[in-house]
């Protein structure tokens, strides 16, 4: 399938941190979603964005997507200990990035 | 609301043995996939349909079968475990818009598989 290339693949942050991750591909999407997935259960949808360009907030978190539809960024301001989790970028094709897993060091 | 569910949530099984997990969803989903989720490798398209009566493969199906004789349900069918099959299985669902566009999936909660 179409390779969805995610980093970092970690990161270990202090609370009150912002977080910057990216997703990117050789390929053109027309949707990039990003989900999260807490220990235990299934990965859950924060952000779906659908137009080249395109800026969405949920709460803290905001998701870009790229201009040349071939990549896309989620940042999260001010971090807390429940956004601890795994992130997926995913498009329309249906693939998803390897993740990036998040730890909020105390 | 349930949602997608899975069972069962934990199976153990020996080399050689088959099994099957369970997919329901209750939101009227024309689109049901499986993935497995391993260390490093996020999630692993298996197989997927896009609607009873059709499925197609995915990224990694060998080892697997599936059928989908209702809207609802999408059983995976392990044929003979092996111990490269321990992993984490999803069940996800969605509307399907076409080849150009899918709605966000909804997940089940997993099902944890060791074979050994």
């Known amino acids: 399938g179409q390779q969805l290339n995610q980093s970092p693949q970690s990161m270990f942050i202090q609370e009150g941190e912002d977080v910057s991750m990216n997703c990117t591909s050789s390929s053109i999407f027309n949707t990039w979603l990003w989900y999260k997935q807490d220990p235990g259960e299934g990965p859950v949808l924060l952000i779906a964005l659908y137009k080249a360009g395109e800026l969405t907030s949920n709460g803290r978190l905001t998701a870009q997507f790229g201009i040349t539809r071939k990549d896309s960024f989620l940042n999260i301001s001010a971090s807390i200990p429940s956004d601890v989790g795994i992130y997926f970028c995913g498009s329309e094709k249906l693939t998803f990035g390897t993740g990036t897993r998040l730890t909020i060091i105390p | 609301n349930a949602g997608v569910t899975q069972t069962p949530k934990f199976q153990v099984l020996k080399t050689g043995q088959s099994m099957t997990l369970q997919c329901a969803q209750d939101m009227n989903h024309e689109y049901m996939s499986w993935y497995r989720q391993d260390p490093g490798m996020g999630l692993r398209l298996i197989h997927y349909s896009v609607g009873a009566g059709i499925t197609d493969q995915g990224e990694v199906p060998n080892g697997y079968n599936v059928s989908r004789s209702t809207t609802e349900d999408f059983p995976l069918r392990l044929l003979s475990a092996a111990p490269s099959q321990t992993s984490v299985y999803f069940c996800?669902?969605?509307?399907?818009?076409?080849?150009?566009?899918?709605?966000?999936?909804?997940f089940g909660n997993g099902t944890r598989l060791t074979v050994t």
């Open positions: 996800a669902s969605s509307y399907f818009l076409g080849e150009s566009y899918n709605s966000p999936l909804h």
